[in-house]
């Protein structure tokens, strides 16, 4: 599959930031993602369970239009029609989600379609459908983030996948700044984080620490 033009930032970054406003300090989503595209952070992930929709649509119009306006690739997580209503420039859905075809056309061929996959074969499954432009390799570590949570995948399908696929990931689950190294040193080149970033009190200092043991 040709690489879409607002793939970029997803090929050339190394953070993949995703909102948690629970875990956020207090700050609302907007303000934190404010933060992270002043830190340099360059593809965002709304992901929100436990939001009503109108809620969910009236912070995604703010940060839609923050991303648009610093180049920042913005993915929301799960909520097709949200991410349509609001020009987003992709989606990510799980296993249990919606048909990835089906998805794919719902957003049509321009915007980005992240899938879950938590082993080999769901991986495999994932590049054969031909309408997935990256996936997502995890949980490498246990997390308390998502409660729906599968048990940890570990560091071998990291491998699995870094070895053998062409495909665009992104490793998720459990990742920090103690374990980010390793998550590296096994072959992704972009890491998903979500408490260790939103969490921290500075959050451009958590970054520049983050990308000082990974650069």
Do not use: W
């Not at 703010?62 to 929301?76: N, W």
């Not at 296993?95 to 080999?120: A, C, F």
């Amino acid at each position: 599959m040709a690489y879409k033009k607002n793939m970029i930032n997803f090929l050339t970054t190394d953070i993949y930031a995703l909102t948690a406003e629970e875990y956020s300090l207090g700050r609302n989503n907007v303000e934190v993602v404010k933060q992270l595209i002043a830190a340099g952070i360059k593809v965002i992930q709304y992901r929100e369970k436990e939001k009503k929709s109108g809620q969910m649509y009236l912070e995604c119009l703010e940060i839609r239009e923050l991303t648009k306006q610093t180049g920042v690739t913005f993915i929301i997580n799960d909520h097709v029609d949200l991410a349509l209503l609001v020009d987003a420039d992709g989606v990510h859905i799980g296993q249990e989600d919606l048909p990835p075809v089906k998805v794919r056309e719902l957003l049509g061929n321009d915007k980005i379609l992240g899938l879950s996959t938590h082993s080999p074969e769901q991986a495999l499954a994932a590049v054969s459908l031909n309408c997935v432009d990256y996936i997502g390799v995890g949980p490498i570590y246990a997390t308390k983030t998502k409660k729906d949570v599968c048990q940890p995948v570990g560091i071998s399908y990291l491998d699995y996948v870094a070895n053998n696929l062409a495909i665009p990931f992104v490793a998720i689950g459990g990742i920090k700044e103690h374990n980010i190294r390793e998550v590296k040193h096994h072959g992704a080149k972009i890491a998903a984080m979500v408490t260790d970033i939103v969490g921290a009190s500075d959050i451009s200092d958590k970054i520049r620490s983050i990308r000082s043991i990974i650069s």
